[in-house]
Structures are given as C-alpha cells and as structure tokens.
C-alpha cells in the first residue's frame, strides 16, 4: 500500500517550487491565470489517487479515534467523563464520518457553482483548466470520503431537509464572489480540524491518510478561491459587498452547524437527548471553532465581508 506521505522529487518536478509557492500564499498572482497555472503546476507535482493510496482492505481496529478526540462535540463535558474509552472511540469514529458526510454534500455543491462559473469561458485557459482539475479532485474527496464513513461502520449521514433544500438553492443562484468566499469558508474549517486529526496517532491509520490527502489538495482549492473572491470584488460597491457577506455568512452557518449530525450521538450508543444538550452548551467545542477560524476572519475582514449582519451568523456558529 502507497504511502500518502511520500513526496515526488522536485528533480523530477522542475515547477515543484513554483508550486510550493502557490500553496504559502506567496504566488504574485499580478497576471491574469497566474495563480491558476501555478495551482496547476503544483497538481501535476502532488496529486493522489485514494483508490491506492488509502488502505481500504485492512479491517477497522475498533481501538483507534475517528477524529481527535479534542475536536469531539462532547469533550471536556460532564458526559464525556462519563463515557468508556470504547465509547469516546465509537462517539468520535461516528463524528468523523457525519464530517465527512457533511463534506461531500458540500463538495457536490462545490462543483457545481464552479463548473457553471467556467461554463462559457476559454477553455484553453489556465483559468477553466485548472477549475475542471479542482472539479476532478473533489469528485475523488467524495468517494473517498464515501467509503471512509462507510468503513467507519456508519449510515449516509445527510443535512436537515430545509438545510438540504437551501443547498439546492444557493448551488443555483449562488455567483462569483460569494460562491467563491462560502468555499472558502468551508474549506478552510475542514482543514484546521483535518491537519490535527492526520497528525493524531489515535486516529484510524487509514482516517489520517484521508486527513492527509485532503489537506494537500484542498491547500490549492483554498488558493483559488481566495484569489478568486478578491478579484471579484474588485470594485464591487458597498450594496453588493453587504449583499454577498450576508449570503456567505448564511450558507457558512448551515454548514458548519450540520457538520455533526444529532444522530451520531445514538448510533454511538449514547442518550441523544442529554448529549445534544450538553453538546450545544460545550464551551471547549466552541473555543476550538473560535481559534482555529482566526486567519479565516482576518481574511474576511480584509475583504470587507465582516458586516454586522454576516457577524451575528458567525457568531452564532461560533466562528468569531
């Protein structure tokens, strides 16, 4: 079984630096495509196949975490001292694949606002080519997701019907800046939890390989879409910026609020009542959503995307 570790040789990669670059933010992205040729550069350098890099045939050791036990809803409450080691084990296994669900569904929202944005341009462009490699990637972090929640001995966790339905609305009407920025914020509180999680050696081996897989591509999808949300918003006036940090903050909060779905709690063996409740009031939970948002926020800011109204959603998904 491959390793999801092992990096190509940048002697055999002659752009592997120019890559780096557009992964630390340090791409001059002055020129029109810049920043999509070099994202492009850095996929023909790092790129996985999941079918073979994860270790799909080695049965789950019902010893490890799903996630890090920290990023788990319950910890640090009264009932997570309550519960076995076994239970936190099932609780967090059970959590990380609802993210994981939650992921998918998003990501399927993902390419579809992307695919229609690229619909009639260039496609001889560094621009749509590196888009449709995007569109590749994220069809890949689906099924891969897909199978890991399904090896984590879960059922399809899917949103709340009204929260599905909004999705549906939001793929459609949603454009430029703000399809650009509610990526981004997806993206962005999936990572931070991600790259602890595949760092955890009480995670699940084959978790961490998907945490890492992950990472390193979405490392590029995050790339685009903040180039991207600033050149659309280039010149935009102030009716339109309140507009769009209104959307954003309103699709941010129905997704990160249907990132654990209530049923983990039961499939976990737990009392869903008593959980939930001790779930929604846990300030630890909230604390780590707070911190590892900052550089998210400050981004946000700077593209004057913080509005009054867009904080009050922030606020209340305890992003802020």
């Not at 999941?50 to 809803?73: F, I, K, M, R």
């Not at 609305?169 to 595949?198: C, H, N, P, S």
């Amino acid at each position: 079984m491959a390793s999801s570790t092992v990096r190509p040789s940048t002697q055999d990669h002659p752009h592997r630096g120019s890559a780096d670059a557009s992964r630390d933010g340090s791409v001059d992205g002055s020129q029109e495509g810049d920043v999509a040729q070099r994202l492009l550069d850095s996929a023909a350098v790092l790129a996985y196949d999941p079918a073979t890099e994860v270790d799909w045939e080695t049965p789950l050791d019902l010893d490890h975490h799903g996630a890090s036990p920290e990023w788990s809803t319950l910890y640090g409450t009264a009932y997570w001292r309550e519960l076995t080691d076994a239970q936190r084990k099932r609780l967090t296994r059970q959590e990380a694949a609802s993210v994981a669900s939650t992921g998918i569904w998003f990501e399927m929202i993902l390419q579809q606002m992307v695919l229609r944005d690229v619909y009639a341009k260039d496609p001889t462009s560094s621009e749509v080519q590196w888009a449709l490699t995007e569109i590749a990637e994220e069809c890949r972090h689906s099924i891969m997701f897909a199978r890991g929640a399904q090896k984590l001995g879960a059922p399809p966790y899917r949103p709340k019907r009204f929260v599905t339905e909004l999705g549906r609305v939001f793929k459609t009407v949603a454009f430029g800046e703000a399809a650009y920025a509610a990526i981004l914020v997806a993206e962005e509180v999936l990572d931070v939890m991600q790259r602890d999680w595949m760092r955890d050696e009480r995670v699940a081996p084959f978790v961490r390989t998907i945490n890492n897989i992950h990472v390193v591509e979405e490392s590029r999808h995050m790339k685009f879409a903040r180039d991207q949300t600033r050149k659309r918003l280039a010149g935009a006036g102030p009716v339109r910026r309140q507009i769009n940090a209104f959307v954003v903050a309103v699709a941010s909060y129905y997704i990160v609020t249907s990132m654990v779905n209530r049923q983990v709690y039961a499939n976990a063996g737990l009392d869903e009542k008593r959980a939930l409740a001790e779930a929604k009031a846990n300030e630890h939970h909230k604390s780590m959503m707070r911190s590892s948002c900052s550089g998210l926020m400050e981004f946000l800011a700077s593209s004057r995307l913080l509005t009054r109204p867009a904080l009050a959603f922030y606020k209340r998904a305890h992003l802020i």
